[in-house]
């Protein structure tokens, strides 16, 4: 082969690589077209590369709403999405698995009234949501487990009005929420486990009407939360130990309704006279606690601040250590004997 059709044929190997590695995904965004899409039918699901691209990132919001929608297989190279993303009001669609590459959400992210969706399995790739991420009122999802990689939301993290949820093991990797942490209306959620290695909440903690939620010992990183704490009308929760760490509420501590609740050692150091968190957002005799604290309509023990120290000096004696006996040998024992009986004997001399 002659030198000239070896480096034409070079050169033209050199140019379909490089518009391979332009429009291979995730070595460099290419947006899609326009740079905000709405999404209605499941034939504009199956077109969306011929629509809009070829793209791997959506450069403003995407909106997903359509009754015939049943897959999002069409959005498979789908790896960020710079505005806001919602999948909302569909009622064949059971599973997000066509957004198996989606990393990052930079805006909003909510998923709601998705009422045939058992799974969302297709977000392991998940790691970050800019705003706000709402997951509510899908009635037949058992799970969020498709959360694993997901480490930060920068505003609120929703979880609310889900009637088959039972875990919410997909939130292991979850260190931080921005705003809100809400949980509320989950029929069948027992526990906050999963949320071990939470470590802040920038706005409020609402855990609400959860009407089988026994414990929220999974609260156990966190240090306080920077607007209130709300902990309202959930049946058969019996304790707040989770809340062992907290020393700061920036505005209003409220736990009130929670009819099983008699055990609020938890709260110790955030209603004791200390400065905990040093400072304190409080100007008044409870110092970690920035605005009102509201103990209403639990059980004894958890009715107001008083109920609460008592019962910790109630513990600390019961902890305190009691004074030993050495083990008696035989002789020991006749003796000890002896001089017990002493006293009466000399009644009678």
Known sequence: MGSGLFNMLLVRNIILSGVLVVFSPGLWAVDCVPGDISL??????????????????????????????????????????GGDLFITETFKLENLDGLSTLTNVDGDFGIFHDFALTSIDGLSSLTH???????????????????????????FMAVTDLHSLTSINGLGALTRVGSHLI????ALLTNLDPLAALGHVGGSL?????????????????????????????????????????????????????????????????????????????????????????????????NSIREILARREILARHDSPVLAIPALGTW??????????????????
């Not at 403003?60 to 069409?74: Q, R, T």
């Not at 949980?183 to 989950?186: A, G, P, V």
């Open 40 to 81: 209605v039918s499941q034939a504009e699901i199956d077109t969306f590369q011929l629509d809009h691209g070829p793209c791997d990132r959506v450069a403003g919001g995407l909106d997903i709403m359509g009754a015939d929608i049943f897959n999002l297989d069409g959005l498979g190279a789908i790896s960020a999405v």
């Open 129 to 155: 949501v800019g705003g706000d991420f709402g997951i509510y009122a899908n009635p037949e999802l058992p799970d969020i487990d498709g959360l694993s990689a997901l480490t930060t939301v920068d505003g």
């Open 183 to 186: 949980f509320t209306t989950d």
């Open 206 to 302: 609402i855990i609400k009407f959860n009407p089988v939620l026994t414990q929220v010992n999974g609260l156990s990183a966190l240090r306080g939360a920077g607007v209130s704490v709300d902990i309202v009308g959930n049946d058969v929760l019996t304790n707040l130990d989770g809340l062992l760490a907290f020393t700061s509420v920036g505005r209003k501590l409220n736990v009130q309704s929670n009819q099983s609740l008699a055990d609020c050692a938890g709260l110790t150091l955030l209603v004791d006279a200390r400065d905990h968190a040093q400072p304190g957002p409080g100007t008044g005799s409870v110092p970690d606690v920035g605005d009102e604290v509201i103990l209403a309509n639990n059980r004894a023990g958890c």
């Open 332 to 349: 020991s024992t006749v003796l000890l004997a002896a001089l017990m009986l002493l006293p009466a004997v000399r009644r009678l001399a």
